[in-house]
């Protein structure tokens, strides 16, 4: 699927340099000329942290072939340090005008919980949302990859760990919100959230962090590293009798994988609003991985064009057919895996097949998306 | 007859209903008190005298003053009822001069009672419910009247006593009695009361012993009553214990029961359906769908509609299971992860379709014959519904186990599993038995949702609440073992179940329910197969 | 991009984008204030979980519309309603609240459910100056500028409940045990009641108990066990505000274990008619809830109400069984008239103008008077406890004398603290030595 590793230079990212242009300066320029709604521009940033997410997801599932169905807890835990700063940025400007924030006061806890206390350092609280999902991950990784634990059975126990960090979120008694997360930010860093230039700014950040991740990931995937993550796709058994310590390599590109979704989760609190356990749990973890299968897996570029083009069709449905939405979204599901088993990439691989079989006038015997099919995951 | 009217005073109706019977001395009597009654000097004596009365005629005419239907009409005091029409004292309709229904003048004023009064009248009112039609109100009057503390009502219940045949209510009676006698002034009363509270092991009565016991100067009934106390406590106890094992036991067969299907279909088959719960919810529908059915063409059957609604959603679960391997499944065998997707999209189909079609506002009743619970000790109920839901999952379960284990089809269906190219070599079906073993798979869905339906809700999004747990008991069983997931469902089942108690505070269940997880994760850890593990290769390379 | 200083950049996009205001928005401003119509938001959840309660509510909104607009609309101009389906997920409903706002350009929302959805929206709706109608009865501890709430407050629902169940006739109860669903309303709630309970009814801490469960919780049996053992004496009630579908295993279990409402009544505040519709009613009849309105209200504008909106089921495709109107109903309902009324009064669309219009304006309503309050945002209205009946309605056994003021900030937490947005008004305040102290100047 991605093309043959080269240390030159490719074509590849002339499309990084398109795109970043587009989202990155385009998208801004053009709201600032008024062609571009505020509204919309804060929704694409929204979608632009999501496939942060997605990215962080495809390198993990598509190039190693594990799924990870825990990869919303790293983006919580990503969303709620961002968020806890906020929280203690804009206390005293809440409802209750008391030093802690709101849902303190009505879960009758009147000082600040001391794990909260680090939180007021913004540069903390960015590393946190860095560093502890890789943390986290590797913890996970190395109880779980040094266990030869693998396959399906990762699949539920991250499953399991998502479920019952989701319960615990959910729970006041944790003074972090409960139900309800944490919203009602006034100020990010200082810039006030309520200003536009703060939000365009922030647009702006998450469409470059974007193309940085992107680099990133494309960096790994080319890399030797890149090969052998492929190879314990394909075929891990092989890989560990020729002397590979495929644990390592795991525990490696699983802690990568958190540290996007938190950096994700980071990007995405102050532009959504509010961050609440429903992000965090199961299900979000599931969403993800629908992504990414949408776009593309094992393409990053279908990981994008996933979190993103589900995410903006999730917007209009939900708009324009509000009782119909899911119903639609779906049978998109069901008809691109069905149809295009390598998602909108795939989808998109093969027009472009056709077309060129058209301007050559080679008859061959199309192949579906070759390379998906071969392998299970 | 006129003796019949003096001693029983419930016959009053029937002769005041007779017509023109003569009046009797009681009736005099009370005709002077309603006179009384409606004067406010003397309300409060009368109310005093009536206290204790188990007169149906009483009972009429104190409601009548607390509704503000008693009226002073020319010189008789006479009641208002619902139909304006106006009856005497003994439920006799008044007549004109004419002979005609009277009628008040308009701006007659009621007889007012005293808001001083009014608690007294309500309280008297309560006694005449021990001598109600209900058994069960009976029961629960005889209740509230042994917790009010009002010695005036010892008359009344004894009086009740000696009239009660039905054994539930002569039990409640006894010990309102009892409750009651813990104040009197006899030493002896006292202590026979402390006893039989104490035999009955009746929790309801320990704010009263504790009472009793603080105030209590008699040696004897103050170590009776130290006794009983300590009786009621280990009763209580040990009834918990027994209560806390069966909830365990009944959340093992809920959960067996949801992931018998999801132990054929992922455990056997090592598909990802994540349309399980969808499946789980068709059976809800199908049990509503019947109930309705019922209801509207044989209104006189509808307690039996779940004997139908059963095997129906069995049948549902199972076609729908069918069109859904032979429409997608199939294509995307061997490719789990791909399953997942697709199933999700269903899943999300079959959802909304649901949502559009019955709306979020359905509900099943359950039928008679499954509400309520057989006592099993005093306080210790075990519910009907729970209790058929542990026998459902032990019949499926055992009917599952005689399918693949003792059957050909199940010979078939185990080849094929273990080894899909050898079976196919030697001419089994492989195409016709993934579909019908798939179905199968759902059809026990279906089931599970019908029979769940029974102690949750119908709703849309029933299937997400439970596909989590179902997941992880196949998982912690061990994939492809029935035996394993049977023991995961009753592990998991109990220990939730009495972990919940001991942890206590505001959020038990959570903590229970996150502590159960941790312990799963950190056995799988230790046993990555889960409890079963199928040998051989297999086992490692499901995925 | 990275060349650029983030404060360089927002200046420059700043004075970039006045320009363009001034440039390009102007016109389209203009272009609207014709005889297009006034764009007004619905915000209810039409699928999810909260969809069983709030489809309902839209119904009545588009209901209360229609009939404005039969009577020539407002301002004579029509009211357009823009319906989104936020799908009972928290965070859509800020993304939701932001497209009405800023892309939609509504004059007022009619939205939200829970306290989350409530919460979520708030900061949206704060920092764009829109206007937002709640319906819903909640856990008060918040009086925004740009909220109405119609809702009932705590005194205008619990408290008169608790005294309800206190008094001789509610049974006399002496000991709560407060079960509720993990989130906002019911902690308040139950925080509120709690010191309700031990400092005005000198209940002793021992005969409170407190529990939450999530939301969808699905088993009951060991708190139903808990709950049989807490009132075997017989002196116990329950306070419920567990919200949606987790009512019915709860009620279920109740029913099955035994406990009955005679001896161990369960006191509702999160469940009226339309959530009990989709229970099997058997179990819950003799239970109670407090509202302030019941569909079996025999005011002649109720009835007229519900004859009404019978005949908006049949028009809609709505089954006659599910057809029913309940304490939130009436107060969207409601307040869609009062904003209607607030315009016309108003004679502009203009948050600020129609908030000015709002104070103490009166209207009839299905339970007689009802008013917003001169000052807090809030609305008054009676105070009803019903019993549940055989066929789903409820059978009223008490109710206030009179409308009831509301009170966003409980005496009992807040002794002394109020809420004041007329004229020189700025929230929230504190007395403090007879003068008022701004919540929002502590800061």
Avoid at chain 2, 328 to 341: A, C, D, K, Q, S
Avoid at chain 2, 396 to 415: E, F, I, K, M
Avoid at chain 3, 79 to 91: L, Y
Avoid at chain 3, 426 to 442: E, I, P
Wanted: hydrophobic fraction near 50%; include cysteine; proline fraction near 4%.
């Amino acid at each position: 699927m991605t093309s043959a590793p080269g240390r030159s230079w490719d074509r590849g990212l002339v499309w990084v340099g398109i795109f970043g242009a587009v989202f990155a300066v385009g998208l801004p320029l053009a709201n600032v000329l008024g062609y571009v709604s505020d509204y919309y521009l804060n929704l694409f940033g929204k979608y632009l942290a999501l496939a942060i997410l997605a990215l962080g997801m495809d390198l993990i599932w598509g190039y190693t072939g594990i799924l990870s169905l825990g990869q919303a807890i790293f983006f919580g835990i990503g969303a709620y340090s961002i968020g806890m700063h906020m929280m203690l940025e804009s206390s005293g400007k809440g409802v209750y005008g008391e030093p802690v924030p709101d849902f303190m006061i009505w879960n009758q806890v009147y000082a600040l919980p001391l794990f909260w206390k680090p939180y007021t350092s913004a540069v903390f609280a960015i590393g946190s949302s860095l560093l502890l999902p890789a943390l986290l991950a590797t913890v996970i990784g190395v109880l779980t990859f040094r266990r030869r634990l693998r396959g399906t059975y990762f699949a539920i126990l991250t499953q399991a760990i998502a479920f019952a960090v989701w319960l615990m979120l959910n729970r006041n008694e944790m003074k972090l919100g409960g139900t309800n997360g944490l919203t009602d930010f006034k100020s990010v860093l200082g810039f006030s959230l309520s200003s536009q230039g703060t939000l365009r700014a922030l647009y702006v950040v998450t469409a470059a962090v974007l193309v940085g991740s992107l680099l990133l990931a494309r960096a790994i995937v080319r890399s030797k590293t890149g090969l052998v993550l492929e190879a314990i796709r394909d075929n891990e058994r092989r890989l560990e009798f020729l002397g590979y310590d495929t644990a390592g390599f795991k525990i490696f590109v699983f802690a990568v994988s958190a540290a996007l979704a938190g950096l994700s989760g980071l990007l995405y609190a102050p532009q959504v609003g509010i961050i609440t356990p429903s992000q965090v749990g199961v299900l979000p973890s599931l969403e993800i991985v629908i992504w990414v299968a949408f776009g593309g897996r094992g393409t990053l570029w279908g990981a994008l064009l996933g979190a993103i083009s589900v995410n903006w069709l999730r917007s209009v449905l939900t708009a324009t057919y509000p009782r119909l939405w899911p119903i639609i979204l779906g049978g998109l599901f069901v008809a691109v895996i069905l149809l295009f088993p390598a998602g909108l990439i795939g989808l998109a691989a093969r027009c472009k097949k056709l077309l060129a079989r058209r301007r050559h006038g080679v008859v061959a015997a199309a192949v579906v998306a070759p390379g998906v099919n071969h392998h299970t995951a | 007859m006129h003796t019949l009217v003096a001693v029983l005073a419930a016959a009053w109706v029937l002769t005041g209903l007779g017509g023109r019977a003569a009046a009797g001395p009681g009736a005099f009597d009370l005709e002077a008190a309603a006179s009384r009654l409606a004067a406010p000097a003397t309300q409060k004596d009368v109310l005093g005298e009536l206290a204790g009365s188990s007169d149906p005629a009483v009972e009429r005419l104190l409601r009548a003053l607390k509704d503000g239907a008693l009226y002073a009409w020319k010189g008789r005091t006479v009641l208002l009822g619902d139909d304006g029409g106006l009856t005497d004292v003994a439920g006799r309709p008044v007549l004109d001069s004419q002979g005609q229904p009277a009628q008040l003048e308009s701006g007659a004023e009621a007889v007012a009672l005293d808001e001083a009064h009014f608690g007294l009248v309500r309280r008297t009112l309560e006694r005449f419910e021990v001598f109600g039609r209900d058994p069960l109100k009976r029961q629960s009057a005889a209740f509230r009247l042994g917790t009010s503390g009002d010695p005036a009502a010892i008359p009344v219940l004894a009086r009740a006593l000696e009239g009660e045949t039905n054994g539930d209510v002569r039990v409640a009676l006894e010990d309102a009695l009892a409750k009651l006698r813990l104040r009197s002034s006899d030493a002896a009363d006292r202590l026979g009361a402390v006893k039989r509270l104490g035999w009955r092991a009746s929790e309801a009565a320990v704010p009263q012993l504790q009472a009793l016991l603080a105030g209590e100067t008699d040696p004897a009934v103050r170590a009776a009553a130290r006794t009983a106390l300590q009786d009621i406590d280990r009763f209580v106890v040990q009834r918990n214990a027994i209560g806390y094992l069966f909830n365990g036991v009944s959340l093992g067969a809920v959960l067996l029961l949801m992931s018998l299907g999801l132990a054929v279909t992922f455990g056997l088959m090592g598909i990802i359906n994540m349309a399980h719960g969808e499946m789980l919810m068709l059976g809800s529908y199908t049990a509503y769908v019947v109930q309705e059915i019922f209801a509207a063409w044989f209104p006189g059957y509808v307690d039996s509609y779940f004997v139908v609604a059963l095997p129906l959603a069995f049948l549902v679960a199972g076609v729908v299971g069918l069109a859904l391997e032979w429409g997608v499944i199939r294509f995307l065998y061997g490719r789990p992860l791909e399953t997942l997707i697709v199933t999700w999209g269903v899943g999300m189909i079959l959802q909304q379709g649901a949502r559009l079609y019955f709306g979020d506002q359905t509900s099943v009743n359950s039928p008679t014959w499954l509400r309520g619970g057989a006592e099993v000790l005093t306080g210790l109920i075990f519910p009907w519904s729970r209790i058929f839901i542990v026998v459902l999952a032990l019949a499926a379960l055992g009917a599952l186990w005689l399918l693949l284990y003792r059957s050909y089809a199940g010979l078939n269906v185990r080849a094929v599993m273990q080894n899909r190219a050898m079976a196919a070599c030697l001419g089994v079906s492989t195409r016709r038995v993934d579909a019908v073993t798939f179905s199968l798979g759902t059809a026990l869905a279906g089931v599970a949702g019908c029979a769940l339906a029974l102690i949750g809700t119908v709703d849309p999004e029933v299937g997400k609440t439970y596909i989590v747990d179902s997941f992880m008991v196949v998982v912690l069983g061990g994939v492809g073992k029935l035996v394993g997931t049977v023991v995961a469902a009753v592990c998991i089942g109990v220990s939730n179940k009495l972990i919940e108690p001991a942890i206590g505070g505001t959020a038990a269940a959570v903590y229970a329910k996150v502590a159960v997880l941790v312990i799963v994760i950190w056995f799988l850890q230790w046993r990555p197969t889960g409890l079963f593990a199928q040998r051989g290769r297999a086992a490692t390379e499901t995925a | 991009m990275s060349a650029w200083s983030r404060r360089e950049f927002l200046k420059g996009s700043l004075v970039a984008g006045s320009g363009l205001a001034a440039g390009i928005g102007f016109p389209r401003i203009l272009t609207a204030q014709g005889k297009e119509p006034i764009r007004v938001g619905i915000l209810h959840s039409l699928s999810g979980t909260m969809a069983i309660s709030e489809a309902p509510i839209k119904e009545v909104v588009l209901m209360a519309i229609g009939e404005i607009n039969k009577a020539g609309g407002v301002l004579g101009r029509k009211v357009a309603p823009v319906i989104e389906d936020p799908a009972s997920n928290w965070d859509l409903f800020a993304e939701k609240s932001k497209k009405l706002l800023l892309q939609d350009k509504v004059a007022a929302v009619f939205g939200c459910w829970t306290s989350v959805s409530r919460k979520s929206v708030l900061p949206v709706f704060e920092k764009n100056n829109g206007l937002l109608f709640y319906p819903v009865q909640y856990e008060g501890e918040e009086c925004s500028k740009n909220v109405i709430y119609t809702g009932a407050t705590i005194n205008q629902q619990a408290t008169p409940a608790i005294d309800y169940l206190m008094s001789p006739e509610g049974g006399g109860k002496q000991k709560f045990y407060l079960l509720g669903s993990d989130y906002v309303y019911p902690r308040t709630t139950n925080k509120i009641l709690r010191l309700y309970l031990t400092k005005v009814k000198k209940v002793p801490e021992s005969a409170i108990a407190e529990e939450y469960t999530p939301f969808h919780h699905q088993d009951y049996q060991t708190i139903v066990g808990k709950i049989k053992s807490f009132s075997a004496a017989g002196d116990a009630a329950v306070i419920n505000t567990i919200n949606g579908d987790s009512n019915v295993p709860f009620f279920k279990e109740l029913a099955n274990q035994g406990v009955t409402a005679d001896k161990t009544p369960t006191m509702s505040f999160s469940f009226a008619e339309v959530e009990l519709q989709t229970l099997d009613v058997k179990p819950l009849v003799g239970h109670l809830a407090s509202w302030n309105y019941f569909m079996s209200l025999k005011t002649p504008e109720n009835l007229k109400w519900v004859k009404a909106y019978k005949e908006w089921c049949k028009g809609h495709g709505i089954p006659d069984k599910q057809c029913v109107t309940d304490d939130p109903m009436m107060h969207a309902y409601i307040h869609v008239h009062l904003w209607a009324k607030a315009v016309q009064k108003a004679e502009s669309t203009d948050v600020e103008k129609v908030l000015r219009a709002l104070e103490g304006l009166e209207i009839p309503s299905p339970v007689g008077k009802y008013k917003v309050d001169e000052k807090n945002h809030h609305t008054w209205k009676p105070v009803y406890i019903g019993k549940i009946r055989e066929d789903g309605q409820f059978d009223v056994v008490w109710k206030t004398k009179s409308w009831v003021r509301p009170a966003p900030w409980s005496e009992v937490t807040y002794p002394g603290r109020d809420c004041d947005w007329s004229n020189s008004g700025k929230g929230s305040f504190d007395v403090v030595g007879g003068k008022r102290m701004w919540l929002s100047d502590k800061s």
